[in-house]
Structures are given as C-alpha cells and as structure tokens.
C-alpha cells in the first residue's frame, strides 16, 4: 500500500524539482544513498527496476524509507509491464516511472490511484499519456530531444506537467536551460550519485553534491 497519494508525490516532485534515479544491487548501499538523498532535502527517489531481484531490494529499502526517511516518497521505475507495476505497487511504490507509452500501465496504476509517469519522445505521445490519466509525463532520452522540444510542446499545450530524465546535468547552464523551457522537475542518476564516490562509499561526498544540485536547481528555477 502506497504511504503517499499520487497527488502528495505530484506536488513534491513539483516543490523539490529533483528526483534521484538509482538502482545498486547492495541493499546496504541503497540504504545509504536513500539517507544521504534525505539528507540532502530530496522528498521523491525512483529506484529502477534495473538488475535481477531488484523488487527485493525495493521491498526492503521501502520499509527502510518509512522507518528513516519519513518524508520520502518511493517510486520504482524502467517498468515496461503490468505485472512488474502491480508487483512494486504491492510492495509499496508511490509512482510508477516507464521508459515508454504503454496504456496497460495506466490501467493497473490508475486503478489503484498509483502515479503513473510514462516516458514520451513525441507530442502525440504526451497527449495520448494525458488521455490515460497521466498528470506528469516523463521527456525522455532528454539528450536527445533536448530543451527546444519541452518549450515547443508547451506552447500548445501549456497545461503539461513535465519531468525530463536523460541529458541532465548537475550544472547550472544545463538546468536553467531545461528549467527555462518549461520543465516541472527533472531526474538524474549517476551525474547525481556518481560512480567515484560510489565506489569508494563516500556517502558524505554524496550528500554534499546532492545539496549543491538542489540548490543549482533552486537558482534554476528563480531565474525562469
């Protein structure tokens, strides 16, 4: 059962503007980036469905999340299928994140008021995702539709909620540029949690990048 109401995740994916994209097969790992997110203020954590047994992981890290991180809203993503959404709705996902447009999705989360984000390249797509109950849809790979797409989507169509995955930066030019085209919020994986400070469990290193990203965000936003 879901902590958070879809709504609830919406409105914070919107206050905080970041969300961390993450997957390690290391439940002790996980636990320590999750912290060191919290830490940092980030209210909204997708865990990707990315290695074998990875449901798992999530179970255990959602139950982790309740007990320390109160506040944090847990959503699994890189979902393709509705078996694989129903099955992290059971263990507790708040939204469901997939790389592409499937409407079986919508349906399984839709049914149980699970956020559902849906990854869309084109401005059919978006459309179809917002005809499906979709609130927020995912821009994704971002790298390659860029900033100049979100601003021409939300010309005609100014009622979108959007989160760009994919060809963001924990850089003050790039996230203004995405920011000022017209972006909700945006995901970052492992420019946010990098593979250096990973390796060598510097889970302080981590938190600090992670608090230095929230507020290059913050400026981002400001000057939009």
């Not at 708040?94 to 349906?107: G, Q, R, T, Y």
Request: with cysteine.
């Amino acid at each position: 059962m879901a902590r958070f109401t879809r709504l609830q995740t919406y409105a914070k994916m919107a206050e905080t503007g970041l969300v961390p994209v993450f997957y390690h097969s290391n439940i002790e790992v996980c636990q320590q980036v999750l912290a060191a997110s919290y830490r940092a203020g980030v209210r909204v954590f997708e865990f990707t469905n990315r290695g074998d047994f990875a449901h798992e992981i999530f179970g255990e890290l959602n139950k982790f999340a309740a007990q320390h991180c109160p506040e944090m809203i847990m959503g699994a993503g890189t979902i393709f299928d509705t078996g694989t959404a129903a099955l992290y709705m059971q263990l507790g996902a708040c939204f469901i994140v997939s790389p592409v447009l499937k409407e079986d999705v919508a349906i399984t989360c839709n049914r149980r008021k699970v956020g559902w984000i849906p990854g869309c390249a084109t401005m059919g797509e978006v459309s179809r995702a917002e005809e499906l109950g979709a609130e927020v849809v995912k821009i994704f790979p971002g790298d390659v539709v860029g900033p100049a797409f979100v601003k021409s989507l939300l010309a005609p169509m100014p009622w979108s909620t959007v989160m760009v995955t994919g060809g963001v930066k924990p850089e003050a030019d790039n996230l203004k540029s995405w920011f000022q085209a017209g972006v909700t919020c945006v995901g970052l994986g492992s420019q946010l949690v990098p593979t250096e400070l990973l390796n060598s469990q510097d889970y302080a290193g981590i938190e600090n990048h992670m608090k230095t990203t929230m507020d290059l965000v913050k400026q981002a936003r400001n000057k939009k």
